[in-house]
């Protein structure tokens, strides 16, 4: 008896035994080694769990998000398949998945438009989709004919983490694009560098690190005389002056800022006069170096001054170099918080926009443009507490989310030290009139201008 208990007893040992070990192997994978456990296992498994989810349940979050149509039962043949019996003479009917595909934490659906649906009426349903499926951003795509477009889902967010720029090596050389961050699809954010770019954000959304980010790529280029940063920061250098070395011109007060600017005109002019039956682009070199013209806090520039003659010097200034620079290698790089046409009337000669957070929807559209937010370009949406976080608009029209990286003053000081421009040219102040007080904008005009 004693001797049937004790087997009895062995075998359930061994069965619990057999049991545990693969339980207890498990724990310590996804303790030991946690990236390998969540990438071979635990994602896979998510996803296939997410994945088989959304297709089962998509005809019933199809028709939640309004993407159904009631259809007269004598129309079935030219829809897809029916969701369920309304009446004796129509039917719902939802676009069919024709297909879904997963790329890291991205579920991508292919729906089959319904005979009169747009990709417009996808994209309204863009953030009713996004809560269905439980997603942390949802966008709609395009297809390339234009006649079909694809849901892009993704879950998680892979720009919550900050992450530093890494400081450049000497013959690290960018004359065309430039690395400001990372993407959310995890590749690397890069600008292109010969076009203007505005970069707006309301106070605190980090404008600041894709400005840093952007003089840390630069800095070996500056040093080695191919790329000038000319730098105007009318918040009396606060923020620019950490990284003095690194600018060739350089000017913290309004009437030093407004001679830089026309300065950069008249050379950018005078070489355009140059390439005239030369060349149609300019190729930069030591000789004729890149020029970038950085503008911090771009509306004490272009709207507060209260200098009403620099005012208007500075507006004609910079619509004139941000309209003919591209040729002759001359860029305007601005930063502001506010980017109303009152604030900044050059605003459309900007070819390449960064939004970061950004207080209300209107503004998304100024920077963006009206169909941005519909596209998944909620801008201002971006919780405070992920500063550099943005969407970027290039020059070709496509959006994406990005954070820019962060650099700290330690790494400012560092970069400063570790590469000074090529040649520090000084500025020389424009001659105010002592006699003549400055003019300032009357409220009238302001007026006029704002309307
Ligand atoms: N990419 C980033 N990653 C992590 N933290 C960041 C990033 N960018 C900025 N921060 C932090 O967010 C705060 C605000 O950033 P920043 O000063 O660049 O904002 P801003 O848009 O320039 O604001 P303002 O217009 O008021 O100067 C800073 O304390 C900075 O440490």
């Known amino acids: 008896m004693a001797i049937l208990a004790l087997a009895t ?17 498990v724990v310590c994978w996804a303790r030991l080694s946690p990236i390998s456990y969540r990438r071979l296992l635990a994602d896979p498994l998510w996803r296939r769990r997410t994945g088989r989810a959304v297709r089962k349940q998509w005809p019933l979050i199809a028709e939640a998000c309004g993407l159904s149509r009631r259809t007269p039962r004598v129309a079935l043949a030219l829809v897809t398949p029916p969701l369920g019996v309304i009446g004796p003479s129509e039917r719902v009917v939802v676009p069919t998945l024709r297909g879904m595909s997963w790329a890291g934490h991205q579920l991508t659906l292919r729906p089959a438009l319904l ?19 439980a997603a942390h951003r949802v966008r709609v795509a395009p297809d390339e004919d234009q006649i079909s477009c694809r849901i892009i889902c993704r879950f998680g967010d892979v720009l919550a983490e900050p992450f530093a720029t890494p400081l450049p090596e000497a013959d690290h050389l960018p004359l065309t694009r430039v690395c400001l961050g990372r993407t959310e699809d995890e ?40 790329v000038q940063i000319h730098g105007i920061d009318l918040k009396g250098g606060m923020e620019l002056g950490l990284g003095r070395p690194l600018f060739t011109r350089y000017a913290d007060d309004p009437g030093t800022a407004v001679r830089l600017l026309e300065d950069a005109v008249e050379e950018c002019e ?22 970038l013209v950085l503008i911090d806090e771009l509306a004490s520039l272009v709207a507060y001054l209260p200098d009403r003659d620099l005012l208007r010097r500075a507006e004609v200034a910079l619509a004139r170099l941000c309209s003919i620079g591209r040729a002759p290698g001359y860029f305007v790089f601005g930063f502001l918080q506010d980017p109303r046409k ?14 970061l957070r950004l207080r ?41 989310r990005v954070r820019a990286g962060f650099v700290d003053d330690h790494a400012i000081r560092e970069i400063a030290h570790r590469y000074p421009a090529a040649a520090q040219i000084p500025v020389e102040p424009l001659e105010v009139d002592p006699a003549r007080p400055p003019r300032s904008r009357s409220p009238r005009s302001r007026n006029s201008e704002a309307a």
């Open 187 to 226: 590749q690397p954010w890069t600008v292109d560098l010969r076009v203007s770019t505005l970069t707006a954000g309301a106070s605190g959304a980090g404008k600041g690190s894709v400005m840093w980010s952007l003089m840390v790529e630069l800095a070996p280029a500056a040093h080695a005389g191919l």
């Open 342 to 355: 009152e604030t900044l009337k050059a605003r459309h000669l900007f070819q390449q926009t960064i939004a």
């Open 115 to 133: 005979l009169g649906q747009t990709i417009g009426d996808v994209e309204e349903a863009t953030e009713r989709l996004r809560l269905a499926v």
């Open 270 to 291: 005078r070489r355009a006069r140059g390439m005239v039956g030369v060349a149609r682009e300019h190729v930069p070199s030591v000789e004729a170096p890149l020029v």
């Open 360 to 400: 209300d929807r209107e503004e998304v559209a100024m920077v963006l443009g009206d169909g941005a937010i519909s596209a998944g370009a909620a801008a201002h949406r971006i919780p405070r507490s992920t500063p550099g976080v943005g969407f970027a608009l290039d020059d070709a029209g496509r959006l994406v």
């Open 9 to 25: 007893l062995q075998r359930q040992v061994v069965v619990v035994g057999l049991l545990l070990v693969p339980v207890l192997a």
